[in-house]
Every structure is written in structure tokens, then in C-alpha cells.
């Protein structure tokens, strides 16, 4: 079992920079698939970036060149530095972590971005 919280978002203008947190705890971090997903009002959850625990990474379109994910196993802790915001990317965001068929969220964090 894996619990995730995570924190960072907050109200920021277009533009400007937000590091997100998502703190782990109850189980072994590495072996984990991690992900932040963001969910637009009236909008489906979608992946925005995901962190494989080989090390991979991976970015939707939309973000790309603009959002980085990192991770620190030893801390558990899953970050996604966001730069150039833009109105767009207001959304709640959350924290995934997938192995083998299990998957953990956590309750997500609220990013807006102000034109």
C-alpha cells in the first residue's frame, strides 16, 4: 500500500513558475511508476508526465519543453517543476503511482494560472 499528498499548487500569473510535491509513504517508492495527471473542469484526467522506476520519462504535447518531472527514491518524493504557465494549465493535479495492476492517487493539489 502507497499513500500520496501532494502540495505546491497555488495561484499564479501566466507566465510564471510552480513546483509541485508528492510526498510517499507505506511502501517501497523505487519500484514504482509515478505520474502526474491534471484534471480541467468539465475536462477528463490526463497524463501530463510520467517517471518509470527505469528511469524513463515521458511528456504530454502540451507541456513538453515547458513541465519536468523528478523523483528521489531515497525521500520519496516525486516532484514537477512548471515553468511558463499558461491559463491552460489550471487544473487539479495529482500524484499516480502504478505496479503491476495496483495504482495509488492522491487527493491532488489546485494549480490556476491567471491570464
Known amino acids: 500500500q502507497l499513500q500520496l499528498v501532494e502540495s505546491g499548487g497555488t495561484l499564479v500569473q501566466a507566465g510564471g513558475s510552480l513546483r509541485l510535491f508528492c510526498a510517499a509513504s507505506?511502501?517501497?517508492?523505487?519500484?514504482?511508476?509515478m505520474g502526474w495527471y491534471r484534471q480541467a473542469p468539465g475536462k477528463q484526467r490526463e497524463l501530463v508526465a510520467v517517471?518509470?522506476?527505469?528511469?524513463?520519462?515521458n511528456y504530454e504535447a502540451a507541456v513538453k519543453g515547458r513541465f519536468t518531472i523528478s523523483r528521489d527514491s531515497a525521500k520519496k518524493e516525486l516532484y514537477l517543476q512548471m515553468n511558463s504557465l499558461k491559463p491552460e494549465d489550471t487544473a487539479i493535479y495529482y500524484c499516480?503511482?502504478?505496479?503491476?495492476?495496483?495504482?495509488?492517487w492522491g487527493q491532488g493539489t489546485q494549480v490556476t494560472v491567471s491570464s
Open positions: 499516480n503511482a502504478k505496479f503491476h495492476g495496483l495504482s495509488y
Open positions: 507505506g511502501s517501497v517508492f523505487a519500484i514504482y511508476t
Open positions: 517517471y518509470t522506476s527505469g528511469g524513463d520519462t
